[in-house]
C-alpha cells in the first residue's frame, strides 16, 4: 500500500506560478511511475503530466507543456510539480497517483487506468 499526500495548491494571479508537492509513504517509491491530474468542476478528471521512476522520462498534456515541469526525488519519495504561467482554466483539483506495474510510455503513463494509488489532491485556483 502506497499513501500520497498532496499539498501546494493555492489562489494565484493568472501569470502566476505554483510549485505541488506528492509526499509517498507506505511501499517502497522507487520502481513506480508517478502522474498528475487534474479535475475542473464540471469536467472529467484528465492527464496533466508524469514521469518515469528513473525520472529520465516526463510526459506533458499539451496544455500545460512548455509551463509545467515535473520532477522527483526518489530520496525523498516526492514527486514535485512546478506550475508556470499559470493561467484561468489552470483552475482544478490536482491529484498525484502512482502507477507500480505500468510500463513508461506515454500512452501508459498518461492513462488513468495505470494508476492504482491516488492522493486527496490540492486545489488551484487561478483567478484572471
Known amino acids: 500500500q502506497v499513501q500520497l499526500v498532496e499539498s501546494g495548491g493555492a489562489l494565484v494571479q493568472a501569470g502566476g506560478s505554483l510549485r505541488l508537492s506528492c509526499a509517498a509513504s507506505?511501499?517502497?517509491?522507487?520502481?513506480?511511475?508517478m502522474g498528475w491530474f487534474r479535475q475542473a468542476p464540471g469536467k472529467e478528471r484528465e492527464f496533466v503530466a508524469a514521469i518515469r521512476w528513473s525520472g529520465v522520462n516526463t510526459y506533458y498534456a499539451d496544455s500545460v507543456k512548455g509551463r509545467f515541469t515535473i520532477s522527483r526525488d526518489n530520496a525523498k519519495n516526492t514527486v514535485i510539480l512546478q506550475m508556470n504561467s499559470l493561467k484561468p482554466e489552470d483552475t482544478a483539483v490536482y491529484y498525484c497517483a502512482a502507477a507500480p506495474y505500468s510500463g513508461s510510455y506515454y500512452y501508459q503513463l498518461s492513462s488513468q487506468r495505470s494508476y492504482v494509488y491516488w492522493g486527496q489532491g490540492t486545489q488551484v485556483n487561478v483567478s484572471s
Open positions: 507506505g511501499r517502497t517509491f522507487n520502481p513506480y511511475g
